[in-house]
């Protein structure tokens, strides 16, 4: 519940034009990791297996908002569970 409260505040934060960015580096591929292993047990529970495969030349490092992109990422991986459910 909580989470979609914070959901909900961050979109009316975007639509108002007054969001606010913490850019600073971050590794692409462990965020990657770290969405799927917090969904993995879920999806096994589920009977799926859910794996990430990283491109070879993805870079080691990115500047930007890592916990804006493990948002959007989380909310991927779950309607993909979800969808591969039904």
């Not at 692409?28 to 292993?37: A, F, I, M, N």
């Not at 990430?52 to 080691?60: H, I, T």
């Amino acid at each position: 519940m909580l989470a979609l409260i914070n959901d909900v505040l961050d979109l009316s934060q975007i639509e108002a034009g007054t969001i606010v960015l913490h850019v600073a580096p971050f590794s692409p591929g462990r965020l990657v990791e770290d969405v799927v292993d917090m969904f993995g047990p879920e999806a096994q529970a589920k009977s799926l297996r859910l794996e990430a495969v990283l491109a070879p030349d993805l870079p080691s490092r990115f500047a930007g908002d890592q916990a804006r992109l493990r948002q959007v990422l989380g909310e991927m991986v779950y309607n993909l569970c979800e969808n591969a459910v039904k």
